[in-house]
C-alpha cells in the first residue's frame, strides 16, 4: 500500500501545517513525569493491599504494594528492581499501556473515589532513575552452551532473550528491521514516548551480554524455520504481526494517500523532523482500536483541520476504551460508529472521499441499516487490524488459527517440537506490550525447563 505522498489534483496534503513550535508543543511528553515530591505524595496514596487487585490485573504481576512502598520509604532503585524484575519493559508500559484499564482500572481508590493511584507515573518514576544510572540491574547466568534463536525484536523477543541470558542460554535475535524495539519503536505514538526512550530501554535489555542480533533479517527470506530448528537448540518466534487487512474496496490499493495505519504510524516514528510529514487537510480514520484513536490524534496535532473516525459497530464495542475515545475527541476528532465503507472515491490518482453505509445489529450480525453518507478524505486511514505472519513461517507445519496466529499452550510451545511463539503473532494476543513481556517470560521459563531436562 503506497505511503502518503503530495499528489497533484485535488488532495489538500502538506507538510508543516503548524510551526515548528506547535509541533514541539503538540508533541510533547503527554504525561511529563513526577518530581520526587510529586511521587513521594501519590505513593502515600497507596493502601499497600493485601493480594492486591492492581497486581491481579497487570499481565507481567508486578507487585505494585511493594514498589510503590519502596518509593514511599526513599528507594526508587529498589522499586524499579521490583518492576524490572516482573517486566523487564516496565519503562515503556509505564508510558504506553492502557492503565486506566489494567492496574489503575483496579486499584481500590478507582472504585472508591474515582481517583486511583498514579500507578503508570510512579513505576515511571522508578523505572527512569535506574535507567539514568546507565545500568543494568541484572546480570548473565552461567554460559549453559545452549542456543536459541529468537526471531523479532519487538516486546515479547527482548523480553525472552533477555530471561535467557539471564538464566545462561545465548540468543540470537533475527529482526527484519533496522531498529530493535517492535511497535514499541514503530508503533506507540510519539508523545508516549519521548526522548527516545524506546531505543535507550531496547539498549539497555540487551546491555546483559548473551545476545547478538541480526538486523534486515526476516523469517521466510533469508532464513526459514527448519534452518533455525537445524542450528539452534531451541527457537521462540515472536514475529508480530503480518499484512494489514483489506476493506476489499475497488481503488484501495491503487489509489495515493489511502495508507496502512500502521505504515503511518511507523512514518511519523521515524521522521527526522515532524515538519517533514505530509498531513491531509481532512483526514477519514477507519478502525475502531487504539491505533485509530492515536493517529486521529496524531492527525489533528499534526494540522488537519478534519479528522474522522467512522467504525461499523457501536462504541461500547471498539477495542478502544472510553478513556482512548476520549482522548481522541478532546483532541478534535469526530467519532462516528454504525456505518462501514462501500467505495473510496478518487481523483486524479489521490483518494477524494469515502462513501460509507449505515449499519446495525441482527441477531448479532452486521446488516445494512439503510442510508448512506459521502465523506471527503484528502488523507485515508485504515486502522482494521493486521493478519498473522503466515507467509513468514514458509509453508512450516505450525498450527494456526483462523486468522494465521500460532496457537500455543500456556507455557508458549508450539505444535512443532523445539518451537515457542508469542507477542502479537500468538493465538489470544492481547495486543498489550505487558502481555507481549509476559509471553516471553513464561516462554523462556519453558525453553529454559526443556534445555536442562536434555542436559
Not at 71 to 87: D, F, R, Y
Not at 216 to 240: P, S
Not at 259 to 276: I, K, P, T, W
Not at 366 to 391: H, K, M, P, S, T
Request: glycine content about 12%; proline content about 4%; overall charge neutral.
Amino acid at each position: 500500500m503506497p505511503v502518503v505522498s503530495e499528489p497533484p489534483g485535488i488532495a489538500d496534503v502538506a507538510k508543516g501545517r503548524v510551526d515548528r513550535a506547535t509541533l514541539a508543543a503538540n508533541f510533547a511528553d503527554l504525561h511529563p513525569p513526577l518530581s520526587p515530591h510529586q511521587a513521594l505524595v501519590e505513593a502515600d496514596r497507596c493502601y499497600f493491599c493485601y493480594d492486591a487487585p492492581c497486581q491481579r490485573a497487570c499481565p507481567t504481576a508486578i507487585d505494585v504494594a511493594l514498589f510503590v512502598r519502596q518509593i514511599a520509604a526513599g528507594n526508587p532503585l529498589g522499586a524499579a528492581q521490583t518492576v524490572l524484575e516482573a517486566n523487564v519493559m516496565g519503562g515503556m508500559c509505564a508510558r504506553a499501556c492502557p492503565t486506566e484499564a489494567l492496574c489503575e482500572g483496579a486499584c481500590v481508590r478507582e472504585t472508591a473515589e474515582g481517583r486511583p493511584v498514579r500507578i503508570g507515573l510512579l513505576q515511571r518514576y522508578a523505572v527512569d532513575a535506574q535507567m539514568a544510572t546507565g545500568k543494568t540491574p541484572f546480570s548473565r547466568g552461567a554460559p549453559t552452551g545452549k542456543r536459541v534463536a529468537v526471531v523479532g525484536a519487538g516486546p515479547a523477543g527482548l523480553a525472552c532473550a533477555h530471561a535467557l541470558a539471564v538464566a545462561g542460554h545465548e540468543a540470537t535475535i533475527f529482526e527484519k528491521r533496522d531498529k530493535p524495539g517492535g511497535l514499541n519503536e514503530y508503533g506507540v505514538s510519539a508523545y508516549r514516548a519521548t526522548g527516545d526512550f524506546a531505543q535507550r530501554e531496547a539498549a539497555s535489555i540487551l546491555s546483559i551480554g548473551g545476545i547478538a542480533t541480526q538486523y534486515g533479517v526476516e523469517l521466510g527470506r533469508e532464513i526459514t524455520l527448519d534452518r533455525l530448528r537445524r542450528d539452534y537448540d531451541a527457537v521462540f518466534l515472536a514475529l508480530g504481526l503480518g499484512a494489514a487487512r483489506r476493506l476489499g474496496l475497488a481503488g484501495e490499493g491503487a489509489l495515493d494517500n489511502v495508507v496502512d495505519a500502521v505504515d503511518y504510524a511507523a512514518e511519523l516514528r521515524q521522521a527526522e523532523s515532524l515538519a517533514r510529514v505530509p498531513i491531509g487537510r481532512r483526514v477519514v480514520v477507519i478502525g475502531g482500536g487504539m491505533t485509530a484513536m492515536d493517529l486521529a490524534a496524531q492527525a489533528k496535532r499534526l494540522g488537519a483541520e478534519s479528522v474522522t473516525i467512522v467504525y461499523r459497530r457501536g462504541l461500547s464495542q471498539m477495542k478502544a476504551g472510553a478513556r482512548q475515545r476520549e482522548f481522541a475527541q478532546t483532541n478534535g476528532a469526530l467519532i462516528r460508529p454504525w456505518a462501514r465503507p462501500v467505495a473510496i472515491e478518487g481523483h486524479s490518482g489521490a483518494a477524494s472521499g469515502v462513501l460509507f453505509e449505515r449499519t446495525r445489529e441482527d441477531n448479532g450480525e452486521l446488516v445494512a441499516a439503510g442510508g448512506a453518507f459521502r465523506l471527503e478524505a484528502d488523507l485515508v486511514l485504515l486502522a482494521i487490524g493486521q493478519q498473522g505472519a503466515l507467509d513468514a513461517l514458509a509453508g512450516a507445519s505450525l498450527r494456526c488459527d483462523a486468522d494465521g496466529r500460532i496457537v500455543v499452550d500456556e507455557q508458549r510451545r508450539a505444535s512443532l517440537a523445539g518451537v515457542w511463539a508469542g507477542g502479537d503473532c500468538a493465538a489470544g494476543a492481547r495486543g498489550l506490550i505487558a502481555a507481549a513481556v509476559e509471553d516471553g517470560k513464561r516462554a523462556a521459563r519453558s525453553i529454559d525447563a526443556a534445555l536442562r531436562a536434555r542436559a
